[in-house]
C-alpha cells in the first residue's frame, strides 16, 4: 500500500460498457461467440490488474456507458466491479463524460461506499491523506459541454500530488467531438503533477512530465479505426514525482488493419498465400485474443482485373484464410486497393481495343451522377434508420466510381468465364 | 503482325511439326481431320505468342521439355524467331534454343495485347458466331448493342451484364418481400431491434423489479407462517383422533380384566408348557389316524401286485434266455440266406460262363470270313491276285534265294543294256563332229592357190626393183614407192601359199579321224544290240517266274514284295485264327470253374439248413416252421419273461413300505404315551389331577396377559400425546382436552387442517418463482440486450457493405450503357458501310444494304433487300443463319477498323463455317480473305469441303491450304521411314 507521496494509480477512460463492436460482418465460421461481452471482459481485466497491482487508486475519466444505451444490467453489473474494488481496499474516482451524461441509465445507478464521482456544478476536489493525493475534477452535466472546463479547476494544494482529471477533446482529435475544449497550454499553467484524461480513445502521452498529460485511449477497440493494444495506464508515483506511466494492456478483441502488396504475386493462390502468413503474423501478436482485421490488398499487379472480376470469391477467399490463423481471426472487411499494370493495359487508336482504357477514364456528366444518386437514395431511404444515418447517397456515389470504372475495365479486358485453353 | 512459321516442336501430343506460313498468302486454311491436332495448333499459335499455359500438354512432355519454335514478322519487316519454354522465369530462347532471350524482344509483335484479349479480339469460334447472332435476334438488333456487341465480342458482352446485373438483382430488387440481400438484411434488422426493446431493462424497470422482488419476499414469508401454523393443528388433531380411540379401549380391557375374578393363575412357565402339550397331543391323533389309513393302503397295494405277479405265470421258468435264442435264430437265419444267395450267384456265373462259351465258339467260327474283310485292303495290296485266303496260301513261291538270283541277273541285265545304250549315244556323237569337221576342212581347201611360178616370178620383180633401187639415185621417192609395192605383193603371194598347203594337212587328218569315228560307232552298234538280246532273255525268265505265282509282274524285286505282303497277311490272318481259338479254351476254363464253385455253395446252403433244424430241436421247436415263425414264438416268450419280472419287483417295493408304515404308526403311539403321562404328572401337581382343569387354567393366565400386554402399550402412547403429565394424569388431561369429540369428528379436522397447509405451500412455491424471475431478470438474464446490440452492428456492418457494393455496381452498369452509346456514335457510320459490303456478300446478294430505322423510340437495325422491302432484325424479321452472317459481318468490319493505324495482328478463325452450305461457306471465305487484305487471317478447319471452296474463291498464290496429319498418317509415314 502507498504512503503519503509514493502511490500507485490506474488511470483509465472511455469503457463504453456494452456497446458493441461495429463493422463486423457475419460469415461462415466468423467467431460470433468471441465478440460478445468484448466490453465487460477489458473491464474485468482492468479489475484483475488493479487487484493484482495492489494500486491504491483507480481514475476513471469519464464515458463508463454509452450514451444511448438504455439497458440498466450494464449498470447493475458495473456495480458488481465496484465492489469488487472497494472490497479490495482500492479508492474509486469516476467522473462523467459526454456520453455518461446522455446516459438516462447511469442516473439512477446508486454507487458502492468507496466510489466517488466528481459533481458537475463546478469543479470538485478529494482528497486523500494518506497517500498524499488531491484530484480535482468536474463531471459533464450535459452532453453537449463546449466550455474550457480547464479553467475553473483550483489551484493545485501544495505538499501534495495533483491529479487533475477532465474529459477532454483538447485542442480538437480527428473522429471525436469536440468537447471540453482547452490548450495543452491551458494544462500546464494549471500547476498539477498528472492530468488524467479521457474521451480521445487513442492512447497519447501528450506530455510526459511538468506535467504528465495523457489519454489511456478505450481499454477495449471497438471499430476498424481503433487498432493496436487498448488499456489503461498504470502510474507509480515516488516522493511526488510520476516515475512511470505505463500502458497495460487490457483488450479481448484486438482490432488491426494489414495491407497486403500484391506486387509480384504469380497468381490468386500466390496472393492469398501472403493474406496467409500476414494474417497468421497479426493473429500470432494478439496473443490468443480475437483479431479483428481490415485487410486492404494494395500494390500495382496484373492480378488488378482478376482481383476486381471475382471480388466476390476473393472476400470469401480471404476471410477462409483466418480460420488457418494462430489463433481466432474475424475479417472486418476487404478492401481492394490494387491498381493494374501498364502491361496489362490495352493500347490501339481505334475500335475495340481501346474500350478498357476509355472506361477506365469515364467521367460522369452532372445529370447522371444527379440520376444515380437519387436512384442510390431511393435504396437508402428503405436502410434502417441507424444504417441511413452514416450513408450519404452523393458521397457513396462519388467514392463508388473509381471501383466501378476498374470493375468494368477489369471485365473489358480480362479473360471471360468461358475462355479457357487447354493446348490440346 | 504475321506468323511466318510455327513449329511444334514437342507440345500436346505433337513432335516436330512444322507449318509454314505462306507469304503474301490472303487466307491461309490449315485442314486436319479429326485427331490431327487442329486444336492443338490453334492453341500452339496464341500460346507461341502469349506463353505456354500450366494447363497446356500435360499431354506428353514433361513442362520442361515442351517447345515451341516460332518466326513472326511486322508489317515494317521487322523479324524475330525463337523458341517458347513453359518455363515462367525464363520461357524465351533463341531460334537455336542456346541463348535466353529477352522477353522484351517480343512486345513489339504484340500489339499491346495480352492473351486473353487477343484470343477474344483476334478469333472468331462458331460458339460466338451463334451465340452473336441470338443476341442480334434477341436484342431485337438494337443498334448500339449490336455495334459494341461485335467489338466486344457477344459472349463478353453478354457475360459482362450478367454479373453485373446477377449481382445487383441478388443485393437488391425493390418489394416487401424482396429475397434480395438489402431487403432480408433489413428485415432481420426490425427484428432484432424488437427482440432488443424487449430485452432493455430501463431505469423505471428497475425500480418496479426490485418492489416486486420485496412484495414476493414478505409474501412468500407470509405464507410460510401461516402454512406451519396449519400443519401443526393437523398433527395434533391426527394425535387426539388416535388418543380417543385408545382411552375407549383402555376403558374396555379394565372391564374384560375385572371380570377374571380372583382365582390365582398359573405360574408362566407351567402355563406355556400346559399349551404346548395340549397342542402336541391334538397333533398326535390327528397323526395316528393318518398312519393307520395308510398302513391299510400299503396292504391293499401288496395284495395288488401279489395278484398281477400271479397273474404273469410266475411258475413258468424258461430253460434258457429267450433273448439270446433271438439272437442266435437271427444268426442262422442269415447264414441260411447268404448261403442260398451265395448258391444263386453261383448258379448265374454257371449260366454267363456257359454263354460265353457259346459266343467264343461263334466267333471262331467265324474268324476267315471276318478276316477276308478286315484285311480287304491287303489284298487289294495284291492284285491283281484274286481269291481267298485259302487260294493265297495255295499260291507256290520260289524259295528266297531263287528270288535273289533272279533280281541280281536282272539289274546287271538292265544296267549293261543301259551302258551300251549310252555308249553307242556318245559314240554316234563322235561321228557327226567328225564328219561336220571334214566337210569344213573340204570346204577351207577349196579356191585358187598362187602356183608355184607366180610366187616365184614375184620374188624376181621384188629382187630386181630392190638391187635397182639400191643402185639408182637415192633421192627418187616413186622409186621406192615401187619397191615397197613389189615387196608387199611377193610377201602376199608367199602367204596365200602357205596357207593353202595348211588347209590340205587338216583336211587330210580330218578324214582320217571321221574313218576312225564310223568304226567305233560300228562297234558300239554291236555291242547295244548284244546287250539288249541279254536283257529280253533276263526279263523272259522273271515273267515265266511271276506266270508261274499267277501273277504278270515283270520286276523280279516287284516280286519280292508281292511275296512279302502276302507272307505278312498270312501271318496275321494266322493270329486273328489263333486269337479266337484261344478265347474259345479261355470260355471252357471259365465253365468249368463256374461248375466247380456251384458245388460248393449247393453245399453249404444244405448245411445252412440243417444247422437252424438241429438248433430248432433242441430248443424244442419246429425248425420247419421257418425262421419268421420261430422267431414270433420267440418273441412271445421274451415278453412274458419281462412281465413276470416286473411284478416281482413290484411285489417286493409293496412289502417295503408296508413295513415303513407300521415303523412310523408305532413311533407315534410311543410318543403320545410320553407326553400323556407329562399331562398326568402336572394334573397332579396343579390341578388335582385332572387334566381338563389343568387345561382351563392355563388358558385363563394367557388371557390375562394378553389384556395386561396390551393396556401397557396404550397407556404409553397416551403419555406421548399429553406430553406434560405422563401417566395417569396424562390420559386424565386427554380426555379433558377431548371433551366429548369423537376420533371421527378429530380426523375430520385434521384433514381440514392438512388441505389448508397443502394449499398454501402451493402458493408459496408460486411467489417464489415469480421472485425467481424477478430476480433473474434484474440480474440480466433471458434475452441480452448487449448481445441482440452486437448483433445489431454486424446486420448494420453488411448492410453498408451491400450498399456500397450495390452502388458500385450500379454506376459500373450506368458507365456500360454510356460507353456503348459512346461507342455506337463514334464508329456507327463507317462501321455499317463497311459492314453492308460484306453482308451483301455474306448474303450472296439476298441483303443489298443496312440501314437505321427508328422503331418505338429506339434506333434499330434493318436489312434492305435488292426488291426494297425492309427486313427487321429480330425474332419475326430474319433467319437465324442471316443473323450469324451478320454478326459475321460486323464483326469483321470492326476487326479491320480496329486495326487501322496500329500493328496489325493474325485472325484465328475456328471451324465457322459448320452450319453454313457450301455457297455460303465460299461466300465467308471470300469475306475472309477480304480481311485478308488487312492481317493474317488463319482459318483452321476439320472439314474438307471447306478447303474446296477456298480452292473454287480463285485467289491463286494468295490461298495457302496447310494440311495437318491426323496421327495415324504421321505415325504411318514415321515407321515407314525409320523401316526406310
Known sequence: ?424 | MRFERLVLRRYGAFQERTLDFAPGARLHVVHGPNGAGKSTTLAALRSALFGITAKEGAFRYAPATRRLEVALVRGDGERIEFQRRSSPTQPLWSADDAEPLDAAALVPFLGGLDRATYTRLFGLDQEELRTGGEDLVEQRAELGQALFSAALGAERLAEVRDALGGELAALHTPGSRSKARVAELTREHADLKRRRRDAEFSQGALKKARKEIRELEARADALDGERREHERRAERLTSLAAAARDLARLDDLVEKRSAFGEEPALAEGVASEVRVLFDELKRSDVEATEGRRAELERKQELRDARAARTEAGDGEASGSDPEADRRMLAQLGRALVQAAGRREEAERALERARAAHARAVETHAAAPARAAEEFAADFDALSPFRGGLESLRAVRVPSESAFEQLSVRESSAESAAESAARSLEEAEEKERAALSRTERARAAVGGDVPSAEAVSDARDARDRALESALSAEPSRPERVLEVARLVAEADGLIDERLAAGAGEAELRLAEREEAQARAACWRARAEAAARTDEREVVRADVRTAANSMGLDHASAAGLAAWCARRSALLERARDALARTQEAIDAARDGVESCDVDLGVARRAAERASSALAEWSHERGLDGALGVDALDEILAERAQRATRVRAASEAVALAERRLGAAQERLAAQAEGRAEREARVAALAEEHASGDAELLRARSERADALRALDDERATITARLDDVSAESPGEDGAASLRAELADRGPAELSESAAEAKNAAEHLAEERSDARERLGRARQALEGGGDDAASLEGQLAQVEAELETAVERFSVLHTAEHLLEREIRSYRERSQAPLLARAQELFRTLTLGSFESLQTDEEKGRDVLKARRPSGELVPVGMSGMSEGTAYQLYLALRIATVERSIRGVEPMPFLADDLFTTFDDDRTRAGLEVLAELGRSTQVVVFTHHRPVVESARELGLGDALDVIELESEVERETRQSGASAG
Open chain 1, 1 to 424: 500500500m502507498g504512503s503519503p507521496g509514493s502511490f500507485r494509480f490506474l488511470h483509465a477512460a472511455d469503457l463504453h460498457i456494452d456497446s458493441p463492436l461495429r463493422g463486423l460482418a457475419r460469415y461462415e465460421g466468423a467467431p460470433a461467440e468471441r465478440i460478445r461481452g468484448a466490453t465487460r471482459e477489458a473491464v474485468d481485466n482492468l479489475v484483475a490488474l488493479a487487484k493484482q497491482e495492489s494500486v491504491d487508486l483507480v481514475v476513471i475519466a469519464g464515458d463508463v456507458f454509452d450514451g444511448d444505451w438504455k439497458d440498466v444490467h450494464a449498470g447493475l453489473w458495473f456495480q458488481k466491479r465496484l465492489e469488487e474494488l472497494v472490497d479490495a481496499g482500492t479508492e474509486v474516482f469516476l467522473l462523467r463524460g459526454n456520453h455518461d451524461a446522455a446516459s438516462t441509465m447511469s442516473k439512477g445507478l446508486a454507487l458502492p461506499d468507496g466510489v466517488r464521482r466528481f459533481r458537475d456544478k463546478a469543479p470538485e476536489t478529494h482528497r486523500i491523506e494518506s497517500l498524499g493525493v488531491a484530484l480535482h475534477g468536474q463531471s459533464f452535466a450535459q452532453r453537449e459541454v463546449t466550455d474550457n472546463l480547464s479553467i475553473a479547476y483550483p489551484e493545485p494544494i501544495a505538499g501534495v500530488f495533483n491529479i487533475g482529471v477532465l474529459h477532454t477533446s483538447l485542442a480538437g482529435y480527428e473522429g471525436h467531438d469536440s468537447y471540453a475544449p482547452c490548450s495543452v497550454a491551458d494544462l500546464v499553467q494549471k500547476g498539477y503533477d498528472y492530468w488524467a484524461l479521457g474521451h480521445v480513445h487513442g492512447r497519447e502521452v501528450v506530455r510526459d512530465g511538468d506535467p504528465w498529460i495523457v489519454f489511456p485511449g478505450n481499454p477495449q477497440g471497438r471499430h476498424a479505426r481503433e487498432t493496436g493494444p487498448k488499456g489503461a495506464t498504470l502510474v507509480t508515483v515516488e516522493d511526488g514525482e510520476v516515475i512511470e506511466a505505463e500502458h497495460r494492456v487490457l483488450d479481448a478483441v484486438r482490432w488491426a488493419a494489414i495491407e497486403v502488396d500484391a506486387h509480384g504475386a504469380r497468381n490468386v493462390e500466390d496472393l492469398l498465400g501472403r493474406v496467409r502468413a500476414e494474417l497468421d503474423a497479426a493473429s500470432r501478436g494478439a496473443a490468443g485474443r480475437l483479431l479483428a482485421v481490415r485487410v486492404t490488398l494494395c500494390g500495382a499487379t496484373p492480378l488488378d482485373g482478376e482481383l476486381r472480376r471475382s471480388e466476390e470469391r476473393i472476400d470469401a477467399e480471404v476471410r477462409a484464410s483466418g480460420f488457418a490463423a494462430a489463433g481466432e481471426v474475424w475479417v472486418e472487411k476487404v478492401r481492394l486497393r490494387t491498381t493494374g499494370t501498364e502491361a496489362s493495359r490495352i493500347r490501339g487508336e481505334a475500335g475495340f481495343a481501346a474500350l478498357a482504357d476509355r472506361v477506365r477514364d469515364a467521367g460522369l456528366p452532372d445529370e447522371d451522377r444527379e440520376r444515380l444518386a437519387a436512384e442510390l437514395a431511393a435504396l437508402v431511404q428503405r436502410l434502417p434508420a441507424e444504417v441511413r444515418a452514416r450513408v450519404d447517397s452523393t458521397e457513396l456515389l462519388d467514392s463508388s466510381l473509381g471501383p466501378a470504372r476498374a470493375l468494368l475495365a477489369a471485365h473489358f479486358a480480362g479473360p471471360g468465364l468461358s475462355d479457357s485453353e487447354d493446348g490440346r
